[in-house]
T-cell receptor, first 111, second 112 residues
């Protein structure tokens, strides 16, 4: 049963700490997305990769967020330093032009 | 600027009461319009992709249609398990690549 796997599922951290979220895309998918979902803003695209190369990260605050794909089986999203306004659910998705499959998300709370 | 507006924000139906959800969009050069279903605490689940006006796709009790300005998700004889938030999203050619803009969603409640 192919699925996108995200870890951790929940993260509570103090303001100023570094947060790393990980994603294992579905094997064979060459496009990986990072989204953030909040009640106020809904789903927002932060960044996406194709064949591990970053294509667009214009949705990310550049000074504190970074996204990478060290290899085809791992995508990471880092926040350093974290702030309370970063509290949200972060989703990773993988797929193609036709459809995207989402992970279960990482619920981040910054206190 | 690409934009997606979904209505209504919430919809309450009795089991078996058919209805439609609306997705109005503004995009330069539609590459694709997507419908997703999202259950509480879970990631969105892909339902359909529509590419051009006049296109229709069906899956069980759901049918998605597309015009040049909007898309409808028709739900026929819904069941309580159809309760979820339904999200509409678009990709436009002016943004390039796979940048996808999501609407705020319609929360559907189906009562037995």
């Amino acid at each position: 049963d192919a699925r996108v796997t995200q870890t951790p599922r929940h993260k509570v951290t103090e303001m100023g700490q570094e947060v790393t979220m990980r994603c294992q895309p579905i094997l064979g998918h060459n496009t990986v997305f990072w989204y953030r979902q909040t009640m106020m803003q809904g789903l927002e695209l932060l960044a996406y990769f194709r064949n591990r190369a970053p294509l667009d990260d214009s949705g990310m605050p550049k000074d504190r967020f970074s996204a990478e794909m060290p290899d085809a089986t791992l995508a990471t999203l880092k926040i350093q330093p974290s702030e309370p306004r970063d509290s949200a659910v972060y989703f990773c998705a993988s797929g193609s032009e036709i459809e995207a499959f989402f992970g279960q998300g990482t619920r981040l709370t910054v206190v | 600027e690409d934009q997606v507006t979904q209505s209504p924000e919430a919809l309450r139906l009795q089991e078996g009461e058919s209805s439609s959800l609306n997705c109005s969009y503004t995009v330069s050069g539609l590459r694709g319009l997507f419908w997703y279903r999202q259950d509480p605490g879970k990631g969105p689940e892909f339902l359909f992709t529509l590419y051009s006006a006049g296109e229709e796709k069906e899956k069980e009790r759901l049918k998605a249609t597309l015009t040049k300005k909007e898309s409808f998700l028709h739900i026929t004889a819904p069941k309580p398990e159809d309760s979820a938030t339904y999200l509409c999203a678009v990709q436009g050619s002016n943004t390039g690549g796979f940048k996808t803009i999501f609407g705020a969603g319609t929360r559907l409640f189906v009562k037995a």
